[in-house]
């Protein structure tokens, strides 16, 4: 059985820090987008994640505009749960 690890991050993580902005209007395909993930925050964490992981946060995480991007780049980086 492979276990997952635990990414941790505080408040108010919101869509633009989960995928950026500067991504948003550029077309790409999932696996292209987990590439981006959660880059201006934890510039290694799509090097790092595997599949798996579990992202634990503080409140308002995904708080901001409802961009799929955000859900779209995290499930395709094989984030299991948040």
Not at 9 to 32: L, R
Not at 45 to 57: C, E, Q, Y
Not at 74 to 80: I, M, N, P, S
């Amino acid at each position: 059985m492979n276990k997952g690890r635990v990414w941790r991050y505080g408040d108010d993580v919101n869509t633009d820090v989960i995928f950026p902005g500067k991504y948003t209007y550029q077309p790409m395909t999932p696996e292209e987008m987990a590439q981006h993930a959660m880059e201006d925050l934890d510039p290694s964490f799509a090097g790092n994640v595997r599949p798996g992981d579990i992202i634990v946060a503080g409140t308002n995480f995904g708080c901001g505009s409802s961009r799929e991007q955000a859900a779209t780049c995290l499930k395709a980086a094989g984030v299991a749960a948040i």
